[in-house]
């Protein structure tokens, strides 16, 4: 068997004539080198892997055969899934993991490899970082008013998986019984929406959407075969008044992707359509005031700084004080997952 080479540490001398070690470099390789088994979860969730092993393990030519591709290419994927801890490999036959067999089986209800699709569009923008602070300005911009049909619906469905994941955690975590309807400010392919409504008899939903993205949100709806709770209206809460009066509204990473000015506008937008002691949930990324965590959202603001003029991962302060400022009291925090939060609040009576 063969054995893995020690680590060689380079002895050079120091202004004292003395001995000493060259600095290890084991935190660059780690960071250099973990890429790899990300960037293999995102081609075996777009080839579909997973899928061909929900009954029974199956050799790596089964696989091939099953998801149309030759096994020469496939097999050095399989064996970095292996790796990673997606996979699992008896003899000459690979299994998936109790995770990849929850998440990533296309008929699972857990199903959550289609998110293939927003990993490809922001970690290709997260690649541009250096020179979107060269030059002061995002490199890989997104504008739904003008992305093309296509792009804009391969985008939202790649966030649909967490917009509906998104729906059910707020029907677990807070009472929705006395509330009869709720405005969902940006929501994209109205997964929230879709699942809230689900979980929660009797609620009705109005998603508010731009004109570029509200027939792909209609789209979605149908789908789900939600039309009889869910409908789509079309406005810009940043701009004007939303339509309506609701009990509730959820505005979900929306804020984020703002400047701090129209953070404010749409906050005071969204206070202006609910009604007295009406209830806000904010969803999103937001951070401490150290701005050193959750982690996974302070690392999250390199995909922001390349895709918006203005948006990041704001303080919690920052949501506070707009969100006061919009009218809103009993403003609290709840961590989520993934670095994610929700804040919420109640309008004035």
């Given at each position: 068997?063969?054995r893995e080479?020690?680590?060689?540490?380079?002895?050079?001398?120091?202004?004292?004539?003395?001995a000493?070690r060259?600095p290890?470099?084991?935190?660059?390789?780690?960071?250099?080198?973990?890429?790899?088994h990300?960037?293999?979860?995102?081609?075996a969730?777009?080839?579909?892997?997973?899928?061909?092993?929900?009954?029974r393990?199956?050799?790596a030519?089964?696989?091939?055969r099953?998801?149309g591709?030759?096994p020469g290419?496939?097999?050095?994927?399989?064996?970095?899934?292996?790796?990673?801890?997606?996979l699992?490999?008896?003899?000459e036959?690979f299994?998936n993991?109790?995770e990849?067999?929850?998440?990533?089986?296309?008929?699972?209800?857990?199903?959550?490899?289609?998110?293939?699709?927003?990993?490809?569009?922001?970690?290709?923008?997260?690649f541009?970082t250096?020179?979107?602070?060269?030059?002061?300005?995002?490199?890989a911009?997104?504008d739904?008013?003008?992305?093309?049909q296509?792009?804009?619906e391969?985008?939202?469905?790649?966030?649909?998986?967490?917009?509906?994941s998104?729906?059910?955690?707020l029907?677990e975590?807070?009472?929705?019984?006395?509330?009869r309807?709720v405005v969902d400010?940006?929501g994209g392919s109205?997964?929230i929406?879709i699942?809230?409504?689900e979980?929660?008899?009797?609620l009705?939903?109005?998603?508010v959407?731009?004109?570029?993205?509200?027939?792909?949100?209609?789209?979605?709806?149908?789908?789900a075969?939600?039309?009889g709770?869910?409908?789509?209206?079309?406005?810009n809460?940043?701009?004007?008044?939303?339509?309506?009066?609701?009990?509730a509204?959820?505005?979900?990473?929306?804020?984020?992707?703002?400047?701090?000015d129209d953070?404010?506008?749409?906050?005071?937008?969204?206070?202006?359509?609910?009604?007295?002691?009406?209830r806000?949930?904010?969803?999103?990324?937001v951070?401490?005031d150290?701005?050193?965590?959750p982690?996974?959202?302070?690392?999250?603001n390199l995909?922001?700084?390349?895709v918006?003029?203005?948006?990041?991962a704001?303080?919690?302060?920052?949501?506070?004080?707009?969100?006061?400022?919009?009218?809103?009291?009993?403003?609290?925090?709840?961590?989520?997952?993934?670095?994610?939060?929700?804040m919420?609040?109640q309008r004035?009576?």
């Open positions: 068997m063969q080479a020690p680590e060689v540490t380079v002895s050079t001398r120091g202004r004292s004539g003395g000493s060259a290890s470099r084991r935190t660059i390789d780690r960071l250099a080198l973990s890429v790899y990300s960037l293999a979860l995102m081609a969730a777009d080839l579909d892997v997973f899928t061909p092993l929900k009954d393990p199956r050799r030519e089964a696989i091939a099953e998801i591709v030759r290419r496939l097999r050095p994927l399989l064996y970095t899934l292996v790796n990673a801890g997606l699992t490999l008896d003899g036959e299994a993991t109790r990849a067999q929850r998440l990533l089986v296309k008929d699972s209800p857990s199903y959550i490899g289609a998110v293939h699709e927003f990993w490809s569009d922001v970690w290709a923008a997260a541009r250096a020179e979107s602070i060269r030059k002061d300005a995002p490199q911009p997104h739904y008013s003008s992305m093309s296509s792009l804009l391969a985008f939202m469905r790649g966030l649909d998986t967490g917009a509906t998104g729906g059910r955690e029907a975590r807070f009472d929705f019984s006395g509330i309807t400010v940006g109205g997964g929406s699942s809230l409504t979980k929660a008899p009797g009705k939903a109005t998603v959407e731009l004109p570029s993205v509200a027939p792909i949100t209609k789209h979605f709806v149908k789908e075969g939600a039309e709770r869910v409908a789509v209206a079309v406005g809460a940043v701009d004007g008044p939303i339509p309506g009066t609701y009990g509204a959820i505005v979900s990473n929306l804020i984020q992707v703002l400047s701090p953070a404010r506008k749409v906050l005071k937008n969204v206070a202006a359509a609910l009604a007295p002691a009406g806000l949930f904010v969803r999103g990324r951070i401490d150290s701005r050193l965590s982690k996974e959202s302070v690392a999250f995909v922001f700084i390349n918006y003029d203005h948006g990041q704001y303080t919690e302060s920052e949501y506070r004080a707009w969100m006061s400022e919009a009218g809103f009291l009993n403003i609290e925090r709840f961590e989520c997952p993934q670095g994610r939060s929700i919420t609040a004035r009576v």
